[in-house]
């Protein structure tokens, strides 16, 4: 949790009390207008699942991020994926989002983006790193 909140010091986290995320976000989601969600979740086959299914039986659109979510097994976690995907949602993973949204490197919102996937992004972060000491991104 300590993670997410230096990434997002301005957010208030939710103090939930169910598994189902979309009880007590869906007010918030309405005030935006949006009708396409982007979800990540703790447990691919609980909260995931139960907020994204819920969100869909409403009519929105579902992107899940398959690997921002885990499950209590590897099992569980394909399982849940697979019943996301019948049910009409979409995977996508994180370096996928960040690539379609910030494709190029010399733009103000990917130099906004590219420090916190050099620190957090794991190997993707040493890549990245590996590239931008090598001038191989402008």
Same mark, same amino acid.
């Given at each position: 949790?300590?993670?997410?909140?230096?990434?997002?010091?301005?957010?208030?986290?939710?103090?939930?009390?169910?598994?189902?995320?979309?009880?007590?976000?869906?007010?918030?989601?309405?005030?935006?207008?949006?009708?396409? =969600? =982007?979800?990540?979740?703790l447990?691919?086959?609980?909260?995931?699942?139960?907020?994204?299914?819920?969100?869909?039986?409403?009519?929105? =659109?579902?992107?899940?991020?398959?690997?921002?979510?885990?499950?209590?097994?590897?099992?569980?976690?394909?399982?849940?994926k697979?019943? =996301?995907?019948?049910?009409?949602?979409?995977?996508?993973?994180?370096?996928?989002i960040i690539?379609?949204?910030?494709?190029?490197?010399?733009?103000?919102?990917?130099?906004?983006?590219?420090?916190?996937?050099?620190?957090?992004?794991?190997?993707?972060?040493l890549?990245l790193?590996?590239?931008?000491?090598?001038?191989?991104?402008?």
């Open positions: 949790m300590r993670a997410l909140a230096d990434v997002f010091p301005d957010v208030t986290p939710i103090d939930r009390v169910s598994t189902n995320a979309w009880e007590d976000i869906r007010e918030a989601v309405e005030a935006t207008g949006r009708r396409t =969600l =982007l979800i990540a979740e447990w691919t086959e609980v909260c995931l699942t139960q907020t994204a299914i819920s969100a869909m039986a409403e009519g929105y =659109l579902v992107f899940f991020i398959s690997d921002c979510a885990g499950g209590v097994s590897q099992e569980a976690h394909d399982d849940a697979t019943r =996301l995907v019948q049910a009409g949602a979409t995977p996508i993973n994180w370096m996928a690539c379609e949204w910030t494709p190029d490197y010399t733009t103000d919102e990917r130099q906004r983006v590219t420090p916190h996937v050099m620190k957090h992004g794991s190997t993707v972060g890549s790193e590996y590239i931008v000491a090598h001038g191989c991104a402008a």
